[in-house]
């Protein structure tokens, strides 16, 4: 009889602590989202007005006529070679040359002279 008092008041305490945590989900307290049931996927395509609203409107700014010939050198007519404005004698010959650069002139007769060098030995 003392045994079964014993069983009884035990399972009252479990029951009074065992009732709030069976209210809480432990799927959704203790474990992360990406390992829960994803959701079923569907084919189901949501009403659309008008076909248009599936693309950006960037996209469909086509022009409505061909650019002729004539319009199209005129907007390349400013397009033009500039002058160059890095220009200047070289110190060695005196002929001119892009500023930075060899002088072809003078590259010229070294690679004439290296090559005969190479040639030779």
Known sequence: ???????????SWLSAISAP?????LT???VPAFLTAPK???WAIPSLPSLLELFPPW???VPKKKTSHSRK???SANKGLKDKQNLVHCESCGSP???HNLCPK???????????KNRTA
């Open 1 to 11: 009889m003392a045994a079964a008092l014993a069983l009884h008041q035990s399972r």
């Open 21 to 25: 945590l069976a209210r809480i989900s």
């Open 28 to 30: 959704a307290a203790f």
């Open 40 to 42: 079923p996927f569907s």
């Open 59 to 61: 996209l469909l700014a």
């Open 73 to 75: 050198a005129m907007r």
């Open 97 to 99: 040359k892009l500023a």
């Open 106 to 116: 003078c590259y010229r007769e070294l690679n004439i002279a290296w090559k005969a």
